[in-house]
């Protein structure tokens, strides 16, 4: 059953108040404010209004329809007065200073009389004050007196504080740090803000002071660290392979051979040169005895005999040659067979590469503008897309004195490292590299990049 209203305005004031402690959400102090006001000044029509949600509760309803014409109007009445009237206490609306479209649609939905009480403290240290900020909007058919707005402004502080209670900032939220860091700047006495500044300013010097490792990144690789390299022992044209990718072969195991029709049809040729050449001989060696110009061109044609010798001798190794074999024990490295058959090469071309299955280092390329300092022996670490949690540890070997070029067409400084232990991987395999370098301050390794690069653009 409902209570009388005390008499005594204070003791309505109390009573509200005891009523907002004991509130159990933020709705019924909602419903408190629009529909229990009453005990303090009369009114008929109040609204709760918020930046953020709109309209959020009505007098005399239980919800508010947001797409009703009501509500359009009511929140753009509210917002326009929360923009004219940012002080704290009640604000009685002249409803002459209001723009043309709020004033033509006032006797349509509300009274002759308002008054408009700014809530400006909804949340503690809230990130968007104007997000955390609202109003109240009560209207009647008469004006109020200036004690009644004075008890008034008294309840929207209770009010305001028990909905803060309702809404309790997180513990820590990271929207809100800026604003408590503002606070502890700006916070305290002149004296103590001096200190606190002059220890800071020390503090983030010495963060910038700290010496780190200065580091880059680069694209390596797994890589034979001393190959054998298979190169065309003469011109022609590859016939097969008698390897596959990647297979692992033994010493003097064939790997490829040469198309052996010119081959051989040119040692075919040079051995019937060379059987005319002898037979010439031995017929010049016969008429020496009797014939003086035969004798004279018995030295000529062992010249000749000679010049066929080594002929058939040079095609005779080219075909030996011709049947490439495997100068060591280890894993065949080259591409896809089928480019290379039927694929003429020049002597010297490099065909395949054998290499010991243990024996692999790390290869990276230095972009130009990461070239750091690396001392010798300097720390190497290979994080392979296969295994990204298992780094590969090396150590520094040499790197190449002058950019090179790449196949993507830009230049990078080669790198090569020895591992620290037995990898467990096979060759070819790609990932990141990360070189460790000289140490220096915090700051110079922030800023060396952009540094370098103003530094290029102003040509300084």
């Known amino acids: 059953m409902k209570q009388d209203a005390p008499d005594h305005p204070l003791i309505a004031l109390l009573e509200l108040a005891q009523r907002a402690r004991a509130a159990a959400s933020a709705d019924e102090l909602a419903f408190l404010v629009v529909n229990e006001s009453h005990a303090l000044l009369p009114y008929r029509q109040a609204a709760l209004w918020f930046h953020a949600a709109g309209v959020h509760t009505l007098s005399g309803v239980i919800s508010v329809e947001a797409n009703a014409p009501y509500a359009h109007w009511l929140d753009a009445l509210c917002r326009h007065l929360a923009s004219v009237h940012a002080e704290a206490g009640p604000l009685c609306i002249a409803t002459a200073a209001l723009p043309p479209t709020l004033k033509a649609s006032w006797d349509e939905w509300l009274p002759a009389h308002a008054v408009w009480l700014p809530l ?36 929207s502080d209770i009010w305001q504080h028990a909905w803060r209670a309702a809404h309790p ?13 503002r ?9 103590r803000r001096w200190r606190r500044r002059t220890a800071l300013a020390l503090a983030i010097l010495g963060v910038l002071l700290f010496p780190v490792r200065m580091t880059v ?22 016939a097969e392979f008698a390897v596959r990718p990647n297979q692992l072969v033994q010493a003097g195991q064939p790997l490829f051979s040469f198309d052996q029709a010119p081959i051989g049809s040119r040692l075919d040729v040079a051995r019937e040169a060379l059987s005319t050449a002898q037979a010439e001989y031995r017929q010049n060696a016969q008429l020496m005895l009797n014939d003086a110009r035969a004798r ?18 040079f095609l005779e190794g080219q075909a030996t040659r011709s049947r490439v074999l495997a100068p060591q024990a280890g894993i065949v490295l080259f591409d896809d067979p089928s480019e290379w058959i039927g ?24 972009a130009v503008g990461d070239a750091i300092p690396l001392a010798e ?3 190497l670490q290979l994080y392979l897309a296969a295994a990204p949690l298992t780094p590969l540890s090396g ?12 196949p993507d067409g830009s230049y990078a400084y080669r790198v090569r490292a020895r591992l620290d232990a037995r990898a467990g991987q096979r060759i070819g395999l790609k990932g990141t590299a990360k070189l460790g370098g000289e140490r220096a301050p915090l700051i110079y390794w922030v800023l060396r990049r952009p540094l370098a690069s103003v530094r290029q653009f102003i040509a300084f």
């Open 120 to 155: 400006r403290h909804l949340q503690r240290d809230a990130v968007d004050a104007s997000a955390a900020h609202g109003g109240l909007l009560l209207a009647g058919d008469q004006p109020w007196t200036a004690s009644q707005l004075a008890l008034l402004g008294e309840w």
């Open 169 to 181: 900032p997180p513990r820590w939220s990271l929207a809100r740090l800026p604003a408590r860091l």
């Open 183 to 191: 606070d502890w700047w700006h916070g305290g006495a002149a004296e």
């Open 217 to 238: 990144l680069a694209p390596g690789e797994l890589v034979a660290a001393n190959p054998a390299t298979i190169r065309a022992p003469l011109d022609g044209v590859i």
């Open 296 to 313: 004279s061109q018995l030295a000529g044609a062992l010249g000749k005999v000679a010049e066929k010798q080594a002929q058939a001798a």
């Open 343 to 366: 694929r003429p090469v020049q002597t010297g071309e490099r065909i395949m590469q054998v290499a010991a299955a243990d024996d692999v280092e790390i290869e990276a390329w230095v």
């Open 377 to 379: 022996h300097a720390p």
């Open 395 to 406: 150590t520094l070997r040499y790197m190449s004195h002058r950019a090179l070029a790449r």
